[in-house]
């Protein structure tokens, strides 16, 4: 699928990334499922304690999750398995509803999607939570990325990584796809660095959420998702812009047609 880049970005779908970005890291989910995950390699996979918080950070940084990294270095588990281990204790009772995020998103007709690394479970239970879920065009999350099928088209780079997740380029690129997106059209949320720049680097607007300065391969910083409003006021201008725009032309429409009636 081929894009045509634009030098006047004018944006047509907004892509969001779900934990730490539609909710704050504050709300401690993000700790408690490192915990979770470090718990499920000593009991379930037999890891030494002693090395286990050094090898989750190992793993985790070189292949975008955790449990890309023990599929990639050969451990064998069930997917559903460790997806209910993880996420499935959650303290998902300190998400409530956002009211506020929740107006900000129905406010922009453009189009809106969630793209996560977590199972569907998990991120169709924290959008409810948010009670946001109803948003979102579509969720591209874990099973949509890696599906129980043969998928030719990136066999080879499954032989080394057995998960498709981000920050991989082969992720966004599976995406755009899956969702006909064209990224020189679409805003990217994410809180983080690395899937920021890989955003970046296949031709997507990127927006740090969570941080106050710009990084590298970020085009804007919001401190929190609640700010988009105030980071990006043209989005609701050009909406107005479009709605005045179609008045007008009904208008004349109305007029036409009551002088030729008349």
Known sequence: MEFVNSSTPRYECLLFDLDDTLYPFSSGLSDACTNNIIEFMVQK????????????????????????????????????????????????????????????????????????????VHVTKALKRLDIEDCFERIINFETLNPKIHDSCVADYLIENPVICKPAEIAFKKAFDIAQLNPYTTL?????????????????????????????????????????????????????NNNESETIVYASQISIETSVQA
């Open 45 to 120: 996979l037999g890891i030494d304690e002693e090395g286990v918080v050094e090898l989750n950070d190992i793993l985790y940084k070189k292949h975008g999750t955790t449990m890309a990294g023990l599929k990639a270095v050969g451990y064998e588990f069930d997917n559903d398995e460790y997806h209910s281990y993880v996420h499935g204790r959650l303290p998902y009772e300190n998400l409530k509803p956002d009211p506020v995020l929740r107006n900000l998103l129905l406010s922009l007709p453009f189009r809106k999607l969630v793209f996560s690394n977590g199972d569907e």
């Open 188 to 240: 990217f949320f994410d809180d983080s660095t690395r899937n920021i720049q890989t955003g970046k680097s296949v031709g997507l607007h990127t927006v740090l959420v969570g941080k106050s300065e710009k990084i590298d391969g970020s085009d804007y910083a919001l401190e929190s998702i609640h700010n988009m409003k105030d980071a990006f006021p043209e989005l609701w201008s050009e909406c107005n």
